[in-house]
């Protein structure tokens, strides 16, 4: 029997990555194998995987909760924006190129039905239980011939289905009624679940008894609106700096890519500030400043050419520790190269100079996970570490004083207090948060499974989970 449980929304962001991990860790805890999956994901939070592969950090999350290696099966089809009517587009955890919305959306079209089955057949030789989460909303009737994501899942095995919908946004009965009135195989949805209630809950009482009537489904969950941190599945969810501190700045420019980079800030309770052209003078208050990765390079240093950052940030340079990840790193360096206009038609430009570095982009997208160890003459700590990296440009002419290194490799640049590395997930290091905060802190998996759990017992507690359990039998 394939036991496939497909998790719906109402919108984006109505609770769907959030259920499906639950019910991974609530199944894995019960004994069973499970494994996440999304069709296709349309996100800039993605993370390299042991075999090189490219998967949203929204499935990295649940495997996770599921205890189980992730895999580019569990994400096949991955979209990363990059402005313009384009966006990069990743085949089962490899880029494929650069493609406007007509060309990935026809390429979707020839190959995403052998391609989904594919990676559910595999997954399901593998593993007992599949949660497989949909994107964006289950109703989306301009895109019926296209939306491979939600209940064309569903419909391959004849896969239950659970609708959640956010009841924080309002109107939550009529997004219920809305989307199971307008969705494909809503005979195939079994229960629907309202998320994020503040206050009493039997004020819906009424409303769901009507609801209930009138669809022929069940709410079988009402969930208590909750402050647990968990790592956010796109931008939309970093929009804001939620835990505010100021001496922590990090430039929000229009390009910035790996916001859960800084899911460290959220999960330790660090905080951190957002900059931009509406708050420049921030940075005079600050200590740390940070320069993030970026889809877009070229037109991110435009952007903080034009802003005033970029002389802002050299002017303070002297007395502010300023950290670069990947393409942030890049910006820190004296060129960018790009010689084959992989990023830009300028093919060379200027960087801050303030590491003696230059960056030549490549054709090839490098995508891996690494294991590194921070400089020990410069942080005194030689522990062993695990991130990842996803680029396209190396970087050449170094000749400053390497901050990592990977299997006795240098990796990444340190001059004073100015740092560059290509290693997404630096932050989750715990000596380098120690080296810039001077606090100690518990290990980041232990946080992050810590709160994983939390949330679980959260959704559990407040779920009629006996029929949901009845779904895979």
Same mark, same amino acid.
């Given at each position: 029997m394939n036991r496939i449980i497909q998790v719906l929304g109402t919108s984006s962001d109505s609770g769907k990555t959030t259920l499906a991990m639950v019910l991974c860790r609530y199944f894995s805890d019960k004994g069973y194998s499970v494994a996440p999956f999304k069709a296709i994901n349309m996100s800039l939070n993605s993370i390299s995987l042991n075999d090189g592969s490219e998967i949203s950090r929204a499935q990295w999350l649940q495997a996770i909760a599921a205890r189980t290696e992730p895999s580019k099966y569990m994400n096949p089809f991955l979209i990363k924006p990059e402005g313009n009517k384009k966006s990069q587009l990743i085949v089962l955890?490899?880029?494929?190129?650069?493609?406007?919305?007509?060309?990935?959306?026809?390429?979707?079209?020839?190959?995403?039905?052998?391609?989904?089955?594919?990676?559910?057949?595999?997954?399901?030789?593998k593993y007992d239980v599949i949660m497989a989460e949909g994107a964006g909303s289950a109703a989306e009737i301009n895109m019926y011939d296209r939306d491979y994501a939600n209940t064309f899942v569903s419909n391959i095995y004849k896969t239950p289905a659970i609708l959640i919908s956010d009841i924080d946004r309002g109107g939550v009965f009529a997004s219920l009624y809305g989307t199971v009135k307008l969705m494909k195989h809503k005979n195939l949805l079994k229960y629907m679940v309202i998320n994020k209630m503040r206050g009493d809950k039997t004020l819906l009482d009424s409303g769901i008894q009507k609801l209930e009537k009138m669809l022929n489904k069940r709410v079988i969950g009402i969930i208590p609106y909750s402050n647990i941190s968990l790592p956010g599945e796109d931008s939309l969810n970093y929009n804001v700096d939620r835990l505010r501190n100021s001496k922590i700045c990090i430039v929000k420019y229009p390009y910035m890519e790996n916001?859960?980079?800084?899911?460290?800030?959220?999960?330790?309770?660090?905080?951190?500030?957002y900059i931009t052209e509406k708050n420049i003078n921030d940075l005079d208050n600050c200590d740390?400043?940070?320069?993030?990765?970026?889809?877009m390079v070229s037109r991110d240093i435009g952007y903080m050419k034009k802003t005033g950052i970029y002389d802002k940030i050299i002017e303070l340079s002297g007395n502010k520790k300023i950290i670069g990840i990947c393409g942030g790193y890049q910006m820190l360096g004296k060129y960018i190269i790009d010689k084959n206009k992989i990023e830009s038609n300028r093919g060379k430009i200027k960087g801050m100079g303030l590491l003696n570095i230059e960056t030549l982009y490549n054709n090839v997208k490098e995508t891996y996970?690494?294991?590194y160890k921070l400089n020990e003459n410069i942080f005194g700590i030689n522990n062993e570490n695990v991130g990842y990296e996803i680029h396209y440009g190396s970087i050449i002419n170094n000749s400053e004083k390497p901050m990592n290194y990977k299997n006795n490799i240098p990796e990444g640049s =340190?001059?004073?207090?100015?740092?560059?590395? @290509? #290693?997404?997930?630096?932050?989750? !290091? =715990?000596?380098?948060?120690?080296?810039?905060? @001077? #606090?100690?802190?518990?290990?980041? !998996?232990?946080?992050?499974?810590n709160n994983i759990n939390k949330t679980t017992e959260l959704f559990t507690d407040n779920m009629n989970m006996k029929l949901i359990e009845e779904l895979i039998k």
């Open positions: 955890g490899k880029a494929i190129g650069s493609l406007t919305v007509d060309n990935y959306y026809d390429y979707i079209k020839k190959n995403a039905s052998r391609i989904i089955k594919k990676s559910l057949d595999e997954l399901l030789k916001y859960s980079d800084f899911d460290p800030f959220y999960l330790y309770n660090i905080g951190f500030n740390v400043v940070i320069l993030p990765g970026s889809k996970e690494i294991s =340190i001059k004073g207090n100015i740092m560059g590395t @290509n #290693i997404h997930g630096i932050f989750e !290091n =715990i000596d380098f948060l120690r080296y810039l905060f @001077n #606090i100690d802190f518990n290990k980041y !998996n232990d946080i992050l499974n």
